[in-house]
């Protein structure tokens, strides 16, 4: 397996993984917060699209999906208190634009010079992600970081164990 190979592979099993555990919650259910201090799942899911589309761009300008006007600012940091249902968005517009984004991430990884991967990110994630194959690793992972917050969620509302 070479090594795009095995970033498509960790993303699929991230987004797989992400998916399971959104998939039988209702609208309702994503404006739960998993615990106190916790994002509620719909702030997560439009932070982990705007997330993508950011470490997109700092990959390549310009190469992520335009998003909804306003999605980024209300998945911003600054606004992850918020339970105003009309600040989100149904789970399937959020399930229809990652699909959207998650084309463009495999699109852009395809396009992306093998040999380019070794070279230095941005200079504002190189203390974290030094490379530009780390930053396409980030994207690959990110949503497993999120993940394991609506666990969680689903036992308090008695879902079933999905994976």
């Known amino acids: ?4 190979s095995a970033i498509k592979e960790t993303f699929g099993l991230s987004n797989m993984v992400l998916n399971s555990y959104v ?8 404006m739960r917060r998993p615990g106190p201090g916790c994002n509620h799942v719909a702030w997560q899911l439009g932070h982990l699209i705007s997330s993508e589309c950011g470490l997109m761009n700092g990959i390549q300008a310009g190469s992520a999906p335009q998003l909804p006007t306003g999605f980024e ?5 600054e ?3 918020s339970d105003n249902p009309a600040d989100f968005h149904t789970k399937q517009e959020y399930t229809d634009l990652a699909s959207k984004v998650h084309d463009a991430v495999i699109t852009l990884l395809d396009a992306y010079p093998e040999e380019k ?3 230095p990110s941005p200079e504002h994630f190189r203390s974290m992600f030094p490379t530009m194959g780390s930053m396409f690793l980030l994207i690959a992972t990110h949503s497993m970081m999120h993940a394991g917050q609506i666990v969680p969620l689903r036992r308090e509302l008695g879902k079933p164990v999905v994976i």
């Open 117 to 119: 991967l070794d070279d």
């Open 73 to 77: 600012q209300k998945h911003a940091k």
């Open 23 to 30: 998939g039988d919650l209702t609208d309702a259910e994503l």
């Open 1 to 4: 397996m070479d090594v795009k």
């Open 79 to 81: 606004n992850n208190g």
